[in-house]
């Protein structure tokens, strides 16, 4: 029974009285055609926040094509103005306010008002979060345009969806992304598409954006489902053509900062997305087969003598398989999970950078959101590890008296995939606003602080720990680094309140 969503409406909705302003807009001028401009928008801000945008956002999730956006959509919007009913006009905006809020994200001012030294919201105020006047301009246009049923509609309701959870407004998310599935199923089922032509590539990557999205929900909630996913043999992934041939090539103009927008002329983005799906298919086998069907109780036999242990060396495997698959920039080992490389913007030249816990260090720039990309994709394998090995750590509750060598080297294996996740770090926990789905961390950051807490706690579970080596600096750090990401999300987050009101009931008993 899928209790997620109720469970969801339930907690959100005490922190979530406070909606986005409506009233910020920005100033127009109406054209003879009955189409508008905005004064206040000049071309070099246009390309700057539309650089920032597909630095970025688009790096996580490649929505969109930056040449035809650029070429095609922002150059006829500066020929022509911008329309009530013109669904790129609507996809523009929203571009333009997902790149303001990605450079004051990174480069603005922590707009803490909680009790953590530095808050990892930066720019703008929590109420009033960068880009709003934008994005309320895109809203007052939606209405209009959604009655068209086209790409442009999927792909507004996705970029409109991404900006509601990069502020935080995680409700507000859902329902976006769940109006994209639908949109982008009739779409699909609605007509013949090409997926080898540049517009089928279109659809494919609007698609598995939506996909990522539910599936992540569901894994985290249990959320209903649209069903999008029973296309997923129908929709090939995404080729990417015009981003592995190089966006070097791209007619944006570079920003006043050309180091900071510019990047480094190539961009992994493509491999980084779609290691991301293949990660989230493991992480749905791995919770279905292991915890979906069985209760604690049968779990704790299974481990003993049942199938689970060959469940979890196949799921293990195939997380093994996975990584080494990945393409070379993309590969680490867990002897270095928290160095990555950036580059240089002149001469281009790698720099390599480290996942830390101190918060002084800095943000970092926007140089193809290195950083948050490399942390999501690694964090999330070692969710997907902690995943497969759980039930171990159940056992070692529940019944240690059954545990033999391999078990505890399993366990081993659960509490060091539970240690220092590079997203709680920084640099990724000093920009929060571009932090791919906020909800998730949350709920998983609450059970890996009470997980580690109680090997603190247990004589058992810390002899594993030192026969194994897993330093108990190392789980301290990991407290510490979670802890203080919920008391800083907890300011706009619902559910992180509620989380930290848990941990502290739980920690006292």
């Known amino acids: 029974m899928r209790m997620g969503s109720p469970w969801l409406l339930h907690r959100k909705t005490p922190n979530d009285r406070s909606k986005l302003p409506c009233h910020n807009g920005l100033t127009r001028s109406y054209l003879s055609t009955g189409r508008v401009a905005f004064p206040d928008l000049p071309i070099q801000q246009i390309y700057q926040y539309s650089a920032a945008y597909f630095n970025t956002f688009n790096v996580l999730f490649p929505l969109l094509d930056m040449d035809l956006f650029v070429d095609r959509v922002v150059a006829r919007l500066l020929r022509e103005g911008y329309g009530d009913d013109d669904p790129e006009s609507v996809v523009a905006l929203l571009v333009f306010a997902l790149g303001q809020l990605a450079i004051e994200g990174v480069t603005g001012q922590p707009t803490s008002v909680s009790n953590v030294d530095s808050s990892g919201f930066r720019g703008g105020t929590i109420e009033k979060p960068p880009g709003l006047g934008l994005f309320n301009e895109a809203q007052r246009r939606i209405g209009i345009a959604n009655t068209q049923p086209c790409l442009e509609n999927v792909q507004a309701m996705l970029l409109r969806a991404t900006y509601f959870e990069a502020s935080a407004r995680h409700l507000s998310f859902w329902s976006s992304t769940s109006a994209a599935s639908l949109a982008c199923t009739c779409l699909i089922r609605g007509q013949q598409i090409d997926w080898t032509s540049a517009y089928g590539d279109l659809v494919k990557r609007a698609y598995w954006v939506c996909v990522l999205h539910e599936r992540l929900f569901d894994l985290e909630f249990r959320v209903v489902s649209t069903g999008i996913e029973s296309l997923e043999d129908v929709v090939p992934l995404p080729h990417f053509h015009d981003m592995v041939q190089g966006e070097e090539q791209s007619g944006v103009p570079m920003a006043d900062n050309p180091g900071m927008l510019a990047g480094d002329g190539k961009s992994d983005s493509p491999f980084h997305f779609t290691a991301m799906i293949t990660l989230s298919r493991l992480m749905r086998r791995a919770d279905e087969i292991i915890h979906g069907d069985a209760s604690a109780s049968h779990s704790t036999q299974q481990c003993h003598s049942g199938p689970l242990p060959k469940l979890v060396e196949e799921l293990s495997h195939q997380l093994d398989c996975w990584r080494d698959a990945l393409p070379e920039p993309l590969q680490w080992d867990d002897s270095d999970r928290f160095d990555f490389k950036t580059f240089e913007p002149l001469p281009k030249a790698p720099r390599n950078n480290s996942f830390s816990p101190l918060r002084n260090l800095g943000p970092g720039e926007l140089d193809h959101n290195v950083d948050v990309a490399v942390a999501q994709l690694r964090t999330r394998f070692y969710h997907a590890r902690f995943l497969v090995f759980r ?90 680094s979670m802890e203080e990401w919920l008391e800083d999300v907890r300011q706009v987050d619902g559910v992180a309140d509620w989380s930290m009101r848990f941990l502290g009931l739980a920690l006292r008993n």
Do not use: G
């Open 391 to 480: 039930p171990f750590i159940h056992k070692v509750i529940h019944s240690s008296d059954l545990m033999d060598r391999d078990d505890r080297v399993k366990c081993a294996f659960a509490i060091d995939a539970a240690c220092l996740w590079p997203l709680s770090l920084a640099p990724p926990k000093n920009k929060k606003h571009l932090v791919p789905h906020l909800f998730s961390w949350t709920q998983n950051f609450v059970a890996m602080i009470l997980i580690l807490r109680v090997c603190c706690r247990s004589e058992y579970l810390r002899d594993i720990c030192e026969e194994f080596c897993i330093a108990r600096d190392s789980i301290e750090r990991t407290i510490h």
